[in-house]
């Protein structure tokens, strides 16, 4: 359980930090605003299709591993 609380923190952290890093213009916003702007993003069909196909990718086995 713990070694789970751990695992999701350091990814929640690493995740975080990868959005700044690709958009640092988010760092100067409040935690409501930034999390209304993701909402927002989800929201768009575009970006609904690449995540579907990101998961449908990584769900599949890779040729030569």
Same mark, same amino acid.
């Given at each position: 359980q713990r070694q789970m609380c751990i695992e999701t923190g350091h990814r929640l952290i690493t995740r975080g930090a990868a959005i700044e890093s690709v958009m640092p213009e988010v760092k100067i916003l409040t935690e409501q605003e930034f999390y209304s702007l993701m909402e927002r993003i +989800?929201?768009? !069909?575009? *970006? !609904?299709?690449? *995540?579907?196909? +990101? *998961?449908?990718?990584?769900? !599949?086995?890779?040729?030569?591993n």
């Open positions: +989800a929201e768009w !069909q575009p *970006v !609904q299709n690449m *995540v579907r196909l +990101a *998961v449908e990718n990584h769900s !599949q086995p890779q040729d030569g």
